[in-house]
């Protein structure tokens, strides 16, 4: 069997495994372990562990219609990576989340700078290694801050590290970078016209629960669409920054989408609801801190390669 396969395979199933230990194990006891709480809602424990799978069955499908790509080594180096991102995200998602700030939407969205780890721990060191420090992170970094688990979110942040990655799939990194830009501009724009026809969508659980989402809210995927295009430009001669933000764009949209509109499903949200309370307000700002942090990390990463002669 070819060890390419089995490597990513290992992982993946790696993922299932812990998902599945702590939703059907410790996610149904109310009692934390430790600084822990993994409680896990039981009403709807089976779609919630259905769309873990469905993410997981989404990295194996890109894996297996690339796999001759060198993207997708996963070797001693990589599993330590993965380690490292998984614990830093952890710790700073729950330094970030919810207890400090709090951002009014239709369920649990807290600013998070934190963000930015799988988006370059994917850039850096690959899809594999980016999914598995998103996912499992926020899984941890979750379980830390005593709220109880929502295991689909942290499938989608693996997905916004796991596609920030998929940049290794390009020989040529310049020319997949407009098509990324025009595939996320187009989502962007999409869900702000969607936030202007449902004005009544409202905050939901958070403080001025009654009142609609605000505008500032529903444009903020806009905000940060411009400063990572910005980004973009302004470092045109630095390809790997260039490169990391722009992919960084495409995989928390898609990896906070695939989360948000998981809810139709879990929680009965209406698409319209799930966009706008649940999407816009998580995604926009996770935008502008990939505009701002992913560049520092990824200069920082250059400057240590450089220093050790790598």
């Known amino acids: 069997m070819d060890k390419k396969f089995v490597s990513v ?34 009403a709807t424990l089976i779609p919630r562990f259905v769309f873990v799978v469905i993410g997981l069955l989404i990295v194996l499908g890109v894996y297996l219609f690339t796999r001759e790509n060198a993207a997708w080594e996963v070797g001693t180096r990589q ?51 980016g999914f598995f420090s998103g996912a499992v992170g926020n899984l941890f970094g979750d379980a830390l801050t ?57 905050n939901g659980m958070y403080f001025a629960a009654t009142e609609p989402v605000s505008l500032f809210a529903g444009l903020t995927i806009l905000i940060g669409f411009v400063l990572v295009l910005a980004v973009r430009f302004i470092f045109a001669k630095n390809e790997e920054i260039a490169a990391a933000v722009t992919w960084a764009l495409l995989g ?24 706008v309370g649940e999407f816009l307000p998580a995604a926009g700002p996770n935008l502008i801190f990939a505009a701002i942090l992913v560049p520092l990390l990824v200069a920082a990463y250059a400057a240590v390669q450089r220093q050790s002669g790598r």
Do not use: E
């Open 79 to 129: 599993v330590v990576y993965m380690a490292i991102g998984a614990a830093l995200y952890a710790i700073f998602s729950y330094l970030f989340n919810g207890t400090v700030f709090a951002v009014p939407s239709l369920s649990q969205v807290a600013l998070r700078p934190a963000i930015a780890i799988p988006m370059f721990f994917g850039f850096a060191f690959g899809p594999v290694v």
């Open 252 to 275: 928390n949209i898609l990896g906070i989408g695939f989360a948000a509109l998981s809810d139709i499903w879990i929680n009965n949200y209406s698409p319209a609801a799930a966009v």
């Open 9 to 42: 395979l290992v992982a993946v199933i790696a993922v299932l495994a812990i998902f599945a230990v702590i939703m059907f194990g410790l996610g149904s006891s109310q009692t934390p372990f430790g600084p822990f709480n993994f409680a896990v809602d039981q």
């Open 146 to 202: 005593g709220f109880g688990l929502s295991p689909q979110w942290s499938i989608g942040n693996g997905l916004v590290g796991f596609v920030s990655g998929l940049v290794f799939l390009f020989s040529d990194r310049k020319k997949s970078l407009n098509m990324v830009l025009y595939v996320s501009g187009a989502l962007a724009v999409l869900a702000v016209i969607l936030f202007f026809l449902n004005r009544d969508v409202t």
